[in-house]
């Protein structure tokens, strides 16, 4: 008589905690989500320490999954940590180490696929890895010196900003009543003044408006192929920094394009990801223009001495390595005098950038302090 209620109320606190469970786990992969919202994302920086560590472990006999999973138990970045689990779960499946890193390009651009893929296929996989450290090592070195280079420039630059705008909406203003009461006749620089900072502080929702149009505008137009390729035209054409953005495209190129061919991976196939790593449209243009001609025979140096974009030294220095069959060396050598080529750019770039913008900051906030003063000495003066 009650077996059948206790086979139901058996079956009902089933269902009930299987529910129960589903919520507890759903309830913790939304925590999970959410704690990955607010991380900061995977740096450079760690995937180079993860590469290193890499190299260093599979070097003394470890094996790639053995030292994934060593790697991943001491990552604290939960992002991270995840990748290489799911890294070591496709190794352990039987798949090969490069397809699994493909699945995330943006930890793992194709250059470091491409090298990966090459170890894997001569055997060297340790090797490969220690010279892919050494590529990140020096693509991070030369982001930082060029971020430490600008960073007081561009202090200097938000400080003028920041005190230009101080002056006319909150200095400027206090002195309005006291020349409205005198009535007197205002100068042409203190009247200009005056509209910018009632303008300021009466529509600054309209200029706020105007700064997301304007920056919404910009942002549409460098996703168009042509606001990408006149932005990188103008980039390359700057007065100072062009050149240092040349010198820093052609070291970046320069170093890829030899480490890929060292490592024994073909011509064209190097060619097409060297034009990847350019980050500039003409540069890529040129590389695609290189890939082509050589496809039908031509030689690199010959496709590139009439390039204004590639000096007539490095083109010479290209066509020598061609002619004795060493490439490779020739470029790593050349990209390495190209380094110092963009220290003492760097260097060229900041000692003139910071005066002038000291210059720049000084005149637009004496300008104000002078459109300021000229009513005060009008009002100080003695009468006639």
Not at 42 to 67: N, Y
Not at 281 to 298: F, I, L
Request: neutral net charge; glycine residues 6%; contains cysteine.
């Amino acid at each position: 008589m009650n077996s059948a209620p206790s086979s139901w109320q058996s079956s009902t606190w089933t269902t009930w905690l299987e529910e129960l469970s589903s919520q507890e786990a759903a309830s913790q992969q939304q925590s999970l989500w959410s704690r990955e919202l607010w991380t900061r994302p995977v740096s450079k920086k760690q995937v180079l320490q993860f590469t290193e560590q890499l190299a260093l472990l599979t070097d003394t006999g470890v094996s790639l999954a053995q030292a994934i999973g060593a790697i991943m138990q001491q990552e604290s970045h939960p992002q991270f940590r995840r990748v290489l689990g799911e890294l070591l779960e496709a190794l352990e499946q039987g798949q090969d180490f490069s397809v699994a890193l493909e699945q995330y390009p943006k930890l793992f651009s194709p250059t470091y696929v491409t090298l990966v893929r090459a170890g894997e296929a001569t055997g060297l996989m340790s090797q490969m890895l220690e010279r892919v450290g050494d590529y990140l090592r020096a693509e991070l070195d030369m982001r930082r010196k060029v971020w430490s280079a600008m960073a007081y420039p561009a202090v200097m630059a938000v400080m003028a900003v920041g005190v230009t705008v101080f002056l006319l909406t909150y200095v400027l203003p206090k002195f309005t009543p006291l020349f409205s009461s005198r009535g007197m006749k205002l100068p042409l620089p203190t009247r200009v003044v005056m509209a910018i900072s009632q303008s300021l502080t009466g529509y600054w929702w309209a200029w706020l408006l105007v700064v997301v149009a304007v920056a919404g505008a910009v942002y549409w137009a460098l996703r168009t192929p042509q606001g990408r390729w006149y932005w990188d035209l103008w980039k390359l054409r700057l007065p100072v920094l062009g050149n240092l953005q040349q010198k820093i495209i052609l070291a970046r190129s320069l170093r890829t394009l030899g480490l890929l061919l060292r490592c024994g991976v073909p011509l064209l196939e190097a060619l097409r990801l060297t034009s990847q790593v350019s980050a500039n449209c003409h540069y890529q243009a040129s590389w695609d223009r290189v890939s082509e001609e050589v496809t039908a025979g031509k030689e690199i140096h010959t496709v590139l001495q009439d390039d204004p974009l590639f000096p007539p030294m490095l083109v010479r220095m290209i066509a020598t390595g061609e002619e004795t069959g060493r490439l490779d060396e020739v470029l790593g050598r050349v990209s390495l005098h190209y380094d110092r080529e963009v220290e003492g750019a760097l260097k060229a770039a900041t000692s003139l950038i910071e005066p002038l913008m000291i210059g720049v900051m000084g005149v637009v906030v004496g300008g104000i302090g002078l459109a300021l003063m000229l009513p005060i000495f009008k009002l100080s003066a003695p009468p006639k």
